[in-house]
């Protein structure tokens, strides 16, 4: 076990009817102007909208508007926020939505800080030496559990001029507060109830995949999470108005990502999460659909140099009752299973089921690693091994 630094002092406020108090908290952290953010339109069919303005009302705290958040955030619109931020001398950003409006307000978060000269994109999201300097407080709505942005320290934003996605972190612009409804949850189509859950078990796989020792209750912790979200998932698919189901699932998209399964396990690998940036930066693919591309190519590949956490991820996760010295057969075996799980929640597991072929890979490979000498590390990954794991995924 490696020593570890956890700080995480997102107020999490959980529960039925929690969106209302978004006002309040508001308040209650000093927001004196606030730009509401959100996407394109979903929380304004469901009401969530109404809510939240009556509280900001109720509140006293005037408010500016920034909707058109698409996924995959677009710079432009971070740039237009930054703009408006200064413009209109907001003190405070409130994000109605998913990963892609809270990952768009963080970046307006620290952006509206930055020194003059400075540029968002070139010299923070393109410079992974960057550190951020500064950023403007944030609040959260959360409406579909999926990236755990909501208490993470990532924000992931493409340049849709260069096709590039990259991510940038800091501990500056974690939520004063996340308001998390599981009830807001019941309108997501599911497509994207499939596409959350399969994110959420993705950043708990990541962590899994660790080269450093001694882990054995953060292992356990992560395998029973990762357990419990394959279980809800097609429960939630089958009964989408399921209190229990939707909440527990928004607990683990939380929990997923915000740090507190993998103290002193280093980190995790990322390969999988690094490559499929470069599938939604190509072909504004749908973050979790991407991963169940290339997660099970991922595995095919990785496991055949590095076998041993496969095999304990295979028993222990999966319940594959072969001969554990049968290594490549449990492997196989689990491999099967996951992708299984993945196309039993409507979800394609290749790229020709959605009509790619190999034409990008070679400057995909190159892209990903465009300011890095790899990427990965239970498994370093270079541009050949890069393009491998894509033939895979085909
Ligand atoms: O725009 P609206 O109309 O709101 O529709 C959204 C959007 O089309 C819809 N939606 C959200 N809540 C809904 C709803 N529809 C009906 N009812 C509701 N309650 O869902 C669609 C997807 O929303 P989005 O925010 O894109 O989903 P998600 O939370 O999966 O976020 C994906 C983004 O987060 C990044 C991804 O790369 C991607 O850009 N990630 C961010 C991370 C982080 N900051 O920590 C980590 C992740 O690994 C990930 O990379
Ligand atoms: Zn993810």
Known sequence: MENYIYF????????????????????????????????????????????VVASLDTAGVPFVELPGVVPNPRISLVREGIELV????????????????????KAIAFGSLLAPGKDIWDDYFMDPTATIPAAMPLGVVLTIPAAGSESSNSCVITNEDTGFKRGVKTELYLPKFSILDPEVSYSLPPFQTAC????????????YFSAVEHTDVTDQLLEGAMRSVIDLAPRILKDPRNYGYRAEMMYAGTIAHNNSLNPG???????????????????????GAGLAIVIPAWMKYVSRKHPEKFVQYAVRVWGVTLPP??????????????????RS?????????????????????????????????????GAQDIVEILKLAL
Request: hydrophobic share 35%; charged share 25%; proline share 1%.
């Open 265 to 287: 396990r280093g980190g995790g690998d990322w390969g999988s999460h690094q490559i499929e940036h470069e599938l939604s930066g190509r072909y504004d693919m749908t973050h």
């Open 196 to 207: 959350g859950a399969i994110d959420i078990h993705a950043h708990m796989f990541e962590r």
């Open 86 to 105: 200064k413009r209109q001398g907001i003190d405070f950003i409130l994000a109605i939505g998913g990963g892609s409006v809270i990952d768009s307000a």
């Open 8 to 51: 995480n002092p997102t107020k999490i406020i959980f529960g039925k009817g929690t969106h209302s108090l978004a006002g309040e908290q508001v308040l209650a952290f000093g927001g004196k102007k606030v730009l509401l953010h959100y996407g394109g339109g979903s929380i304004k069919r469901t009401g969530i909208y109404d809510t």
């Open 345 to 381: 929640l409507g979800i394609k597991t290749t790229l020709s089921d959605l009509g790619y072929d190999d034409t990008y890979f070679q400057d995909m490979a190159e892209k990903a690693l465009v300011n890095k000498g790899s990427i990965g590390s239970y498994c370093r990954l």
């Open 325 to 342: 010295s049968d290594t490549f057969g449990v492997i196989d075996a689990m491999i099967e299973r996951q992708e299984q799980w993945y």
